[in-house]
DNA sequence: CCTAATGATTCGAC
DNA sequence: GTCGAATCATTAGG
C-alpha cells in the first residue's frame, strides 16, 4: 500500500490518462500482483514525470534508457491496455459498419452512366442507344450524341482527378498520422491497434468527402441526363420517302399491320431509323387509323393503288408468257374488315 | 397565334 | 417483351 500511494502522489498531475491508469481496479490488482517489479514501475513513471524538466539532451538520453529499460514493454502494454478499456472502447464502437446503402446506390448509378468503371464503358454505350433512338437525321442524333459523350467525358474525368486527388491526400495524411504515432509510441502508451483505428477513423473522414463528391458527380449526370433527354423530344419528322415506306407497309397489312421484329429491321434500314422508331410509328398509327378510319380513307387508296400498280409490275414481269395478269385485287381493299392479310406478295 | 399532325413517352394489361 | 391508350412536346401549315 505504500508504493501504492507512492505512485499515486508520484501521478498526480499526469491528466486524465494517469487517473484513469490508478482508478481502474484491474491495474491495481495487476500492479500488486507484480510484487518486487513496483518499485521499478514508480521509478520509471517518477523518471517520466521528471523528463520535462530536464534539458533536451538528458531528456534524450533518460528517453532511450527508459525505452531499454526490461520493465518497458510490460508497461507499455499494460497502459495500452487501460487505455484501451477506458478511451478507445467509447470511440471504437462504430466500426466496421456495413457498406452505406447510399454510397452503393451512387457508385451503380455512376458505374451505370460510365463515369466510374472502364474507361468508355457501358455509358457511352447506353448513350449511343439513346442517341439512336432520338430520331431525326443520323446526323443529328449523331451530334447529339458526340455532345452527350463530350460532356460525360468531362464529368468523368473531373471526378476522377478529384477522386485521385482525395486518395492522394487520404494516403499522404494517414501515413504522416501512422507515422507521428508510431514515433509517439515510443514515449505514449499507442497499441498498434489504436493506430489501425486512427486510420479506419481517417478513411471514414474521407470517404465521406468521397460521397459528397459521387453526389455532386451524380448531380451533374442527372442534369446532363436530363438535358439530353430534353433534346430527345425535339424530334424531327420522317422524311417523306420514309414516311412513304412506312404507309406502303401498313395499308398492305391492314389486316394485320404488326410487323414482326425481321420486317422492323428491315423497314428500319429501308428508311433510315431505328427499330423502336419504326414499333412508335406502327403503335401510332394503328391507333390513329382505328380512331378515325374515315379520315385516313383517301391516305389508304393512295397506297393501296401503289402497291396495286407495284404489284401488278410485279406480276407481269414475273409471269409474261404465263397468263394474263390478273390485277391483285385484294391489295385495293381500304376497309380492314374486307382486306385479309397473307404473305401473297413476292418478295 | 392557333391548330392539326406527328414522333416519343408513359402506364396498365397481358 | 408487346400492345393499346392517353398524353406530352414539337413541327408544320393556315
Redesign the pocket.
Known sequence: MDDQTRMMTGLTGLGGLAQADVGDPDSVRKQQSLGQPQQDIGDILQQIMAITDESLDEAQARKHALNCHRMKPALFSVLCEIKEKTVLSIRGVQEEDPPDPQIMRLDNMLLAEGVSGPEKGGGSAAAAA?AA????SPTDSSIEHSDYRAKLAQIRQIYHSELEKYEQACSEFTNHVMNLLREQSRTRPISPKEIERMVAIIHRKFSSIQMQLKQSTCEAVMILRSRF??A???????NKQ??EV?NEYFYSHLSN???S?EA?EELAKKCG????????????????Y???IG?FQEEANLYAVKTAVDAANVSAQASQANSPATPNSESLDTYPSCSSFRPQTPS
Do not use: C, H, M
Request: glycine share 8%.
Open positions: 439513346a433512338a432520338a430520331g431525326g433527354l430534353d430527345r423530344r425535339k424530334r424531327r419528322n420522317f420514309a414516311t412506312l399491320p404488326y410487323p421484329e422492323k431509323i431505328t427499330v423502336s422508331q419504326v414499333s412508335n410509328w406502327f403503335g401510332n398509327k394503328r391507333i390513329r382505328k380512331k378515325n379520315k
